[in-house]
Structure formats: C-alpha cells, structure tokens
C-alpha cells in the first residue's frame, strides 16, 4: 500500500546530507515488510551523520552542561536572565536617565535661556557651531544654517561620534577644531567654560569674540538663527508672526511624541512605558498625516520651524527608529502624506552650491551605521541589519524651492 505521508517524508530526509548514504526504501511492492528485508541484506555501509560545522563551533563555557547535575536548569536560565538584565538596566540608566516606571527622562540642558530674550548680534563669522552627523537635534540646527543661507557667515564643525576616543561624552574631531584645537567636544567646553563639569552635547553654539557658550539647546539655536539677517541670506522666515501662535503648540507637540517620542520608546526600559510612548507617537503620526492631506507643508504653503523639527526624525524613521527603537507598527510609507511631505522636504534647495541643498545636511547610512554601533545597551553585538532605504540615493530625486513665498 502506497502511504503518501511516509513517501515524502523519506524523499524529504533523503535530500539532507545527514541521509544521503542512506539506502533508498521501496514501498511498491504490497508487502510491507519487502522493504526492511531488502534494507537487512543490503551491504552498503551506513554513514553515520556528523554535523562538522558544530565540531568547530565555540560552545561557550558549556554551562547547561557542566552544572546540570548540580544546579536546575530553570534556576540557571532565571539567574542568567537576571544578571542580564540587571546590568542591562544599569547601563540604560547611564545612557538614558530613567523614571521609577522605566520610562526615558530626557536631561535638561546647562546652556540655555529658558526664555529667547537674548539674540546674536549681525556680525559675520562671531558665531561658530559644533554639530554631528547621526543626532536629529544637531540637524535641526544644520537645516537652520541651510535655509537661512548662514553657511558663509556662521562657521560649523563636524563631530565624530566615537565614545571611545572622547575624554567625556561622544562627541570628538578627526582633527582638531579650528577655535581652541581641542580634539573633542569636552576640550571646548572647558576652554570656552573652566571647570565645567556637566555633559559635553552637541549642538553648541560658541561666541568666538566673547569666548563664550551661548546656547547647546538645539530649538533655542534654531530660533537664534533665525532672527540673524546679514549679507547673503534667504528670505526664509521659520518662525512666521501669524502662524507663531499654531506652530507652538504644534512644536511641543511633535518634540514631545514624536522627535523625543522615538527615544521614549527606544530608551525605556518596561513594557508600561514602552506602550504608552508607541500610542501617543502613533496617535501623533496619525494626526500628522491627516493634516498634510490638505496642505504642502505643516502649516500651509510655507516651510516653518514645525517642518524643520519634524523632517530629523522622519528622515531617519525608517533607517534606524522602526528597528533599533522598535517602533515598528507602521513604517513611513505606511504613511502616504507624511512619505511625501518626507521626500519633498529632502529635496528642498535654497541656491545651487552643495551646502544650500537639505540632501545634503545629512549622511543617512552613516547616521545608521553610528545609531547601531555606539547605543551599545540597545545592540550589544554591534551588527548593522542589511536594508535599503530610498534617501540613500539622493541622485533620483529633484530639487524644490521654498524660497518663494516666505
């Protein structure tokens, strides 16, 4: 009798090397028993499966092994998982200050005003600004300089976010920076401040004549560039009067759910905080992409501060955040307004040099490369996941103007 579950299970096990040397069973035959006869006065030696690859393979310090007759199983498996955790939960804390509910606490900053009464004086190059590639706040600052067209004016200094070769912080420099020749971001802010002792972030914002830190508060650094207007600059205005009133309420809005949102997810260290910050980032996403339905940009037909707060973390959305920070129940081309709001902002310029264009204001696959190898708590192994993304290649894509009708 023909048994087709047993027929395709032995073709099955026949097509692995394990069974290869196997003598093939027949099963045509109405007696059953033919085949195992058969099987018995076959004189072709068996080879036994050896799996070589295992051979070779570094099995740990064989713990299941050695302690199975001293110690159960589970108790090791809990005790493994709570070490782990425990030094887990002690790093984020280093990393990502942290609630008595596990939730992220974004530190507040030693460099700012709390209120903008203060603003720079229009004097080309007094103001020079440290930034780095992967962090969003520092791009915020970046699109800043672009769209105003203070390239020329406000001098800027790339950071390399390395850990490791930093005295303090992250933050260092290939070379040594062109106003104290300090080799990282620590080495400015005791020279423009001795004795300081808090953390050394970026953005920051030096005035070079006077020697001192303005600000290392990106908004407030975004909202001081703005009002500068010397030689040279566009016409762009972020903070428009009439619509100041709507944009603040929409700026704390996308700071608090959706660009510090990503890190509450991200950073948080129980399940309790951890859905909490995927329901109000969501519910957010939501009523963005309903409002961009009727306009071009979040406020209408011009490009302001709500937009530049926006695009950093959108830009880096589906590179980094749906995977490292696990927000991923909806990937940005779920989202088909705020997708092409996205790629329209990405290919906005403001003159024909390089540095006028916002493509240019950002190296994704760096900033990828950098979220996955430095947030260490978040991915012990350091591997980079293979993936695509469509900003990598910005040579597809047109530019766009937003200088007409600012």
């Known amino acids: 009798m023909y048994s087709p579950v047993l027929n395709s299970a032995t073709q099955g096990l026949a097509s692995h090397a394990c069974f290869a040397s196997l003598p093939r069973l027949s099963y045509g035959s109405s007696d059953p028993s033919s085949g195992r006869r058969n099987l018995r006065r076959s004189k072709q030696r068996v080879t036994p499966c050896r799996n070589s690859a295992s051979e070779k393979s570094d099995k740990g310090f064989g713990l299941l092994e050695w302690t199975g007759t001293l110690i159960p199983q589970s108790l090791l498996v809990k005790g493994a998982k709570g070490g782990w955790r425990l030094a887990w939960q002690t790093m984020m804390k280093e990393l990502a200050p942290q609630t008595a509910d596990g939730a992220y606490a974004r530190p507040s900053y030693q460099f700012n005003s709390g209120q903008l009464t203060q603003q720079l004086r229009e004097d080309s190059g007094r103001y020079h600004i440290y930034v780095g590639n992967a962090c969003p706040w520092c791009h915020r600052v970046s699109l800043a300089v672009l769209l105003r067209g203070l390239a020329p004016h406000v001098g800027v200094t790339q950071a390399i976010d390395d850990a490791e070769r930093a005295s303090r912080g992250g933050w260092v420099f290939n070379t040594p920076e062109p106003i104290y020749g300090a080799t990282d971001l620590r080495g400015v802010y005791q020279a423009a401040q ?190 980079i996941p293979s993936a695509s993304h469509e900003f990598a290649q910005a040579g597809d894509l047109l530019a766009n103007s937003i200088t007409e009708g600012n």
């Open 194 to 383: 001795p004795g300081f002792r808090g953390r050394c972030t970026a953005p920051l914002l030096l005035d070079i004549r006077d020697r001192k830190i303005v600000s290392n508060e990106s908004s407030e650094i975004v909202r001081l560039l703005n009002g500068l207007h010397l030689p040279g600059c566009t016409p762009v205005d972020l903070v428009p009067r009439d619509l100041e009133a709507e944009m603040e309420r929409l700026n704390a809005l996308i700071h608090d759910q959706v660009n510090n949102g990503v890190y509450k997810s991200g950073f948080c260290t129980s399940q309790v905080a951890y859905e909490r910050a995927q329901r109000e980032l969501y519910s957010t996403l939501d009523s963005l992409e309903q409002r961009l339905a009727k306009h071009r940009f979040l406020l209408g037909d011009r490009f302001t501060e709500a937009d530049l707060r926006l695009f950093p973390t959108m830009i880096r959305y589906d590179a980094v955040y749906t995977t490292l920070f696990k927000c991923c129940r909806h990937r940005l081309k779920d989202y088909p307004n705020l997708h092409a709001w996205t790629k329209d902002v990405y290919q906005i310029s403001v003159g024909s040099e390089p540095h006028a264009q916002v493509r240019n204001s950002i190296d994704i696959d760096d900033a990828r490369r950098s979220y996955f190898e430095n947030l260490f708590p978040l991915n012990p192994g350091g591997i």
